[in-house]
């Protein structure tokens, strides 16, 4: 069933488990993280972000994702991860998303709460929820997740998120996008002050690559929602990588492909605690 990030996070909010954010570029992932959460009773979160859009347009792969979710057994958010333009984000929206995100983290503070302002305005007037940023999550290849000064700030949080009516808030504290150079050290003390000033959900992004201890110290000390994209992106490198060792055919490549990402979630949602919940 297709619903929105209020639907699943105020429950694994309220009782201190993780929902998982597996953004999916074509139907073998898609394909993947529904059976997965439909096998483990797990609400799920799925979507695509802008970077990723010259590997899957958004009028090409929405479709498949929005119809996969009203099909599913367990409740599916559709989202759109780190949008950063306006346009891209009505788009999604236009095209069925239940819930968006606008990443303005990386530019004027003051611009970019009017700005998620204005799109949270319009995004609840279509029942969708949207998620915003404070603090930055860089790139782990330019080694961000070292740049304290890019952490959130529990001041700045409690401020933007009164400021613009987001339904929850991704934050900076030790974490960054894609496969890490050095092991990062996440601050938890900082995410649990965060926890404590604020009432809506916190997001952590830039999962692929922590261990199982950090993300359970993670959703224990306040976040709600996991993003996951590299893992995914590694086990279908995994796949492809035997299948052509095997000298296995295109379509059993693919359904190869399916399995070691279906592996993936599976222990991602596991771990996470969101199995068993609906």
């Known amino acids: 069933m297709l619903v929105n990030l209020n639907t ?8 201190g ?30 979507g695509t972000a802008e970077v990723l859009l010259p590997a899957g347009e958004l009028k090409l792969i929405a479709p498949s994702i929005i119809a996969a979710a009203k099909r599913a057994s367990v409740p599916v958010v559709v989202h759109y991860d780190h949008g950063l333009t306006f346009e891209r984000c009505m788009e999604a929206l236009q095209l069925g998303f239940s819930s968006v995100m606008f990443d303005g983290s990386a530019g004027d503070y003051e611009k970019n709460v009017a700005d998620t302002r204005e799109i949270v305005k319009i995004a609840h007037a279509f029942g969708a929820t949207v998620e915003g940023e404070i603090g930055h999550v860089g790139e782990a290849n330019a080694n961000d997740n070292a ?12 401020d933007y998120a009164t400021a613009t009516g987001v339904d ?20 938890l003390a900082r995410l649990n002050d965060i926890r404590n000033a604020l009432q809506i959900p916190l997001v952590l992004h830039g999962g692929s690559g922590l261990t199982d201890d950090d993300f359970r110290g993670a959703i224990a000390n306040g976040i709600a929602k996991v993003n996951i994209f590299t893992d995914l992106c590694l086990a279908g490198n995994r796949a492809m990588q035997e299948g052509l060792n095997r000298n296995l055919s295109y379509l059993d490549i693919r359904n190869l492909k399916v399995e070691l990402i279906k592996e993936e979630v599976r222990k991602k949602m596991l771990v996470f605690g969101c199995d068993q919940r609906v």
């Open 8 to 15: 699943v996070l105020s429950d694994a909010q309220k009782n």
């Open 17 to 46: 488990y993780g929902v998982g954010l597996f953004n999916t570029t074509d139907t073998d992932m898609l394909e993947a993280v529904i059976s997965v959460a439909e096998e483990l009773r797990a609400p799920v979160i799925i």
């Open 147 to 158: 740049a304290t000064d890019l952490y959130t700030k529990v001041e700045e949080a409690l």
């Open 168 to 187: 929850a808030l991704a934050v900076s504290i030790g974490t960054a996008h894609g496969a890490y150079k050095s092991k990062p050290k996440l601050d």
